[in-house]
């Protein structure tokens, strides 16, 4: 019988970097996505100047490099400043408010019971880490569609008011 757990041959294989194919995997650089990369940068930075930037809707056909190039743009973020902090949230594997929020806290590291809270007392405990330590979050949500099956419409309504109503998204030196 085959050796079945038998590595010598694996180099042969027709896959030379089998990771590639992974779901979560970034490569270290988007070909051909400058533009696309350097427009989503611009409408971020004004949040490392202290200021509150507008919501950016970004679509376009699957596997065209969305997912990498916030998560590229994400990376260079958190090397430029420790005072807006990306928060990546896969909506289908967290399609409600709660695990939104609960994708903001682990960043966060902010420590709070996993059960007994309200939603909106875990909003409230984001805003006020985010008021206190003076940061901005910018909150990426991909596959948002998923959040509207999911009727989360109200949440995604608040959420992007949430700087210019509660002084969320601005921040101070
Ligand atoms: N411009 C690109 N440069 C390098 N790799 C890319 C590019 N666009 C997509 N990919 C690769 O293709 C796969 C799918 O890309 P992804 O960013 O998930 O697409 P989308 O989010 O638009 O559906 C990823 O593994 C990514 O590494
Ligand atoms: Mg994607």
Redesign the pocket.
Known sequence: MAKLFDTANDANSIISREE????D???T?????TNEMETIASSIKPMIGGQSCSNLFIC????????????LVANQLRESTSKVIPVYVNCWERPTKMGVYFEITEVLKLLLPRRGLAADEVFEKILETMRRENLAILLIL?ELDSLVYKKQEAFLYNVSRAGAERGARTYRW
């Open positions: 590639a194919l992974r779901p995997y970034v490569p650089e988007a070909l051909h996505r376009g056909p699957t596997g065209t490099g969305k997912t990498t190039c916030m998560k991909d």
